[in-house]
T-cell receptor, first 108, second 114 residues
C-alpha cells in the first residue's frame, strides 16, 4: 500500500522567513514524488516533481529514501506563496496518492 | 489551449436525489481521473479511465457512485441517492499518458447535499 503523510495541516510564517513543508511517504518500491499547489480560487496544479530536480518559484524538494521524505523548502517565503500544498506519490503507473495537504500562510 | 472543464461549478441537492457531474478533459488526453476533495481529507482517488481499457473503480466509496466515459472523451460521475457525507468538491483531471507525469485539473464541482 502507498501512503503520504503531511503532518502539518496549517503552517504560518512571516515574509522572508524560511519555510519547510513536510511530507513522508510509505511505499515498498521506487516511488515518484510530486508537490501540487492550489492557490486561492485557482486550480490544483503541479509545482514540481522529484525526478526533474528543478527549482520552481524558489521551491525545492529532495527525495530522501532513507527517511522516506520529500520535504518542500524555500529559503525566503513570499506572500504570494500562501496556498494549499499537497504532496503526492506515484507508485503504480497511473495512480496518484495525495496527502491531506498543508495550508501555508505567509504573513506580511 | 482549453483546459479541463467541469460542470456544474456548484450543485446543491436534497438528500436522496441523484446528481450527475460532468468533465471535459483536454483534447487528446487519454487518461482521465476523478477525485474527491473533502475538508481535512485531502484528495481521495475515485476512478481512472485510460483509453478503451476497463476503468479502475477501486476508489469509489460505495455502489451509489458510478462513472462512465463516452467516446474516450467526456466523463460523467453519477451519485445516486445522495447523502450528506457526499458533500465535497469533485475534481476531474486528465493527462496525456497512463504514466503519471503531469495531471491537469479542472476547477471542480462543489456538491452540497442538504
Amino acid at each position: 500500500a502507498q501512503r503520504v503523510t503531511q503532518p502539518e495541516k496549517l503552517l504560518s510564517v512571516f515574509k522572508g522567513a524560511p519555510v519547510e513543508l513536510k511530507c513522508n511517504y510509505s511505499y515498498s518500491g521506487s516511488p515518484e514524488l510530486f508537490w501540487y499547489v492550489q492557490y486561492s480560487r485557482q486550480r490544483l496544479q503541479l509545482l514540481l516533481r522529484h525526478i526533474s530536480r528543478e527549482s520552481i518559484k524558489g521551491f525545492t524538494a529532495d527525495l530522501n529514501k532513507g527517511e522516506t521524505s520529500f520535504h518542500l523548502k524555500k529559503p525566503f517565503a513570499q506572500e504570494e506563496d500562501s496556498a494549499m500544498y499537497y504532496c503526492a506519490l506515484s507508485g503504480s503507473n497511473y495512480k496518484l496518492t495525495f496527502g491531506k495537504g498543508t495550508l501555508l500562510t505567509v504573513n506580511p | 489551449g482549453a483546459g479541463v472543464s467541469q460542470s456544474p461549478s456548484n450543485k446543491v441537492t436534497e438528500k436522496g436525489k441523484d446528481v450527475e457531474l460532468r468533465c471535459d478533459p483536454i483534447s487528446g488526453h487519454t487518461a482521465l481521473y476523478w477525485y474527491r476533495q473533502s475538508l481535512g481529507q485531502g484528495l481521495e482517488f475515485l476512478i481512472y479511465f485510460q483509453g478503451n481499457s476497463a476503468p479502475d473503480k477501486s476508489g469509489l466509496p460505495s455502489d451509489r457512485f458510478s462513472a462512465e466515459r463516452t467516446g474516450g472523451s467526456v466523463s460523467t460521475l453519477t451519485i445516486q441517492r445522495t447523502q450528506q457525507e457526499d458533500s465535497a468538491v469533485y475534481l476531474c483531471a486528465s493527462s496525456t499518458a497512463p504514466l503519471v507525469y503531469e495531471q491537469y485539473f479542472g476547477p471542480g464541482t462543489r456538491l452540497t447535499v442538504t
